[in-house]
């Protein structure tokens, strides 16, 4: 059929529960069920641009079999299932050279071309913003290519320790004597109130670090590599993190393993390692700037 003269399009609707229902499973149920089901379906089809009817012009004796021909099923099939449907209420004869699906109208949708030209034009603008969003968001992204990645690590992370250790002494508020037995050890029940009574003055970013490495790692292991600095006479965020850098590139999976780590860690700095701004964790003094010679860890 014409739409303003032009083209329309159908389509056939299946609910989300139309094998559920009982005229479908009860069709089904019959010797040859599903067949008749295609059949019904098939009729549906041949139905959609004539608004669920179906017509018999003559060309064989009855309208089962004019239908067998149209859809191209066998006759007595087509019969078995035009003669449920009328049981059934879900077709109707009209008159004699009219039938109608009474399920068909809110089974069949249908649009112009013009319509369906629109539809078609808003789902590929959909697809380049939505491509063009993306692809904005990864360029914003990637600021370096991998390799400098890479080889710029190590680097970055000695500037950040270092960085992040001059920020927390500046922002201390009182003097604390960093080594002795006068020093805290506060029988808190979380690790983030164990850090806070240990540690020099906690920023929210060293908060969400710390909650970071006790996914990673364990509270169990975190608090242990807060005892560590502790022993060594150093408060600082910026010293405890690097401990638990060392444990996450380890893989450390228990406290055992912490020690481990550490002891490995005090064998290569006595055999010497990579030079910058850091920390030397074998001094009892507690934090100091290392030269160019010294290990950072």
């Not at 089809?45 to 149209?70: P, V």
């Not at 780590?261 to 009892?284: I, L, M, N, Q, V």
């Amino acid at each position: 059929m014409s739409d303003n003269g032009s083209k329309r399009y159908y389509w056939l609707k299946l609910s989300e529960d139309f094998f559920r229902q009982k005229e479908i499973k009860k069709l089904r149920r019959i010797a040859g069920g599903d067949t008749y089901t295609v059949i019904y379906l098939k009729m549906l089809l041949r139905s959609m641009e004539d608004g669920g009817k179906l017509y018999y012009e003559g060309y064989e004796s009855d309208f089962a079999s004019e239908l067998a021909l149209d859809i191209d099923e066998d006759v007595e099939n087509v019969k078995m299932t035009v003669a449920f449907l009328i049981a059934n209420g879900i077709l109707h004869e009209n008159t004699a050279s009219e039938y109608e699906i009474t399920t068909a109208k809110e089974m069949v949708g249908s649009e112009g071309s013009s319509a369906r030209r629109m539809r078609k034009m808003r789902a590929v603008k959909a697809i380049a913003e939505s491509e063009k969003r993306m692809l904005s968001q990864s360029d914003s992204d990637v600021t370096e290519c991998d390799t400098d990645i890479e080889i710029d690590t190590d680097k970055e992370i000695d500037q950040e320790i270092y960085k992040e250790s001059e920020e927390e002494s500046a922002c201390a508020c009182e003097e604390v004597n960093p080594y002795g037995e006068d020093r805290p050890r506060l029988n808190t029940d979380t690790i983030q109130a164990y850090a806070a009574n240990n540690l020099t003055v906690l920023s929210p970013r060293a908060m969400e670090e710390l909650n970071g490495f006790v996914d990673d790692l364990s509270e169990e292991i975190v608090r242990h590599g807060i005892d560590n600095a502790l022993d060594q006479g150093v408060r600082t965020w910026a010293y405890v993190k690097s401990i638990l850098n060392d444990y996450v590139t380890d893989g450390v999976k228990s406290v055992a393993e912490a020690k481990a780590c550490d002891e490995k860690h005090r064998k290569k700095r006595r055999g010497g390692g990579r030079s910058g701004p850091g920390f030397d964790r074998s001094t009892s003094e507690g934090y100091v700037p290392l030269g160019a010679n010294d290990r950072m860890l």
